[in-house]
């Protein structure tokens, strides 16, 4: 595999085109806000700049690899000549539908076609296509290219040599493939999002205020960020649409999304994209405060 092809510009979009780039891959980052795509390479180059900054890059090594990205807005010519497919767009089943139809019509027939999903099924997504034994999941943590760890989901019809390409793939990345298969939230965040709803529903009982909740999990639990900034960092849409897909797929009310969570989400309030969540990011990321309405 050569050249990659990367839909969607946004947080993990440019994140995975970075981390492909970065290891010698030529890739098409695809997005049809032309907009979107320039702040994509701005984000790219100012986390770029960062590694050198740390040592880890070299400034030849950063004009390499945004010499290795090519920013498109339109979709057939992006994946044409792609051996693999990423696609990064909002967790919204009926928009990944409509794209992985048009990538089975436009890609090559031999090119793989992953999804970066948090917890659609891969199996309905390649139930799209003419190809279910080459569409799998490739979920990537945020952020991309700091993050070891792919969770790659098979679904009902992957085939065993996708898997094995895609796993082999990740390796070379430099990161630590995980397979696991396709049910709802696969295996991170069907663990990860009933703990983050359960600590909502701990602020909501008024059990704890959020500080304290962090500061619980931090220390007690060694975790290196607290459950409510971590759902802040996510996006709480991302966390109640993923927990909306854990309640309709398993039919259990234990991943009944917390009412707290889906009044912020009513209200705007998302997180740190938003600039209020359960924090204050109105003074940047670094001197986030609780938010008011928790105080």
Same mark, same amino acid.
């Given at each position: 595999m050569k050249n990659i092809t990367v839909i969607g510009s946004g947080t993990m979009g440019n994140g995975i085109?970075?981390?492909?780039?970065?290891?010698?891959?030529q890739v098409n980052l695809v997005d049809i806000n032309i907009d979107a795509l320039g702040r994509?390479?701005? +984000? !790219? +180059? %100012?986390n770029l700049e960062r590694? !050198? +900054? %740390?040592?880890?890059?070299?400034?030849e090594e950063k004009n390499t690899t945004l010499a290795n990205i090519t920013t498109i807005t339109d979709l057939q010519a992006g994946v044409e000549n792609? &051996?693999? !497919?990423?696609?990064a767009a909002t967790e919204n089943i009926e928009l990944k539908l409509k794209i992985f139809k048009d990538l089975d019509q436009f890609a090559k027939p031999e090119a793989i076609l992953a999804s970066n999903t948090s917890s659609i099924s891969i199996t309905q997504i390649a139930s799209?296509?003419?190809?279910? &034994? %080459?569409v799998i999941g490739m979920h990537f943590?945020?952020?991309?290219?700091?993050?070891k760890l792919v969770e790659v989901i098979r679904g009902y019809a992957t085939s065993d040599e996708t898997t094995h390409q895609v796993m082999e793939l990740s390796k070379k990345l430099d990161k630590t493939p995980v397979e696991v298969n396709d049910y709802p939230g696969f295996v991170?965040?069907? !663990?990860?999002?009933?703990?983050i709803n359960e600590a909502i529903y701990t602020l909501f009982e008024g059990v704890a205020g959020v500080n304290e909740i962090d500061t619980v999990m931090k220390l007690g639990m060694a975790h290196p960020m607290g459950p409510l900034q971590l759902a802040d960092f996510i996006g709480l849409d991302v966390c109640l649409a993923i927990l909306n897909v854990l309640h309709q797929g398993f039919g259990n009310p234990k991943y009944a999304p917390c009412p707290l969570l889906v009044n912020m989400v009513m209200a705007g309030k998302k997180g740190v994209k938003s600039g209020e969540g359960f924090y204050d990011y109105s003074n940047g990321v670094k001197e986030a405060k609780v938010a008011t309405k928790f105080n």
């Open positions: 085109a970075h981390t492909f780039a970065q290891f010698g891959y994509a390479i701005a +984000t !790219i +180059t %100012k590694q !050198i +900054t %740390k040592g880890t890059l070299t400034e792609a &051996d693999l !497919i990423v696609e799209v296509t003419n190809r279910g &034994d %080459k943590m945020n952020p991309v290219p700091v993050m991170a965040n069907r !663990i990860l999002m009933p703990m």
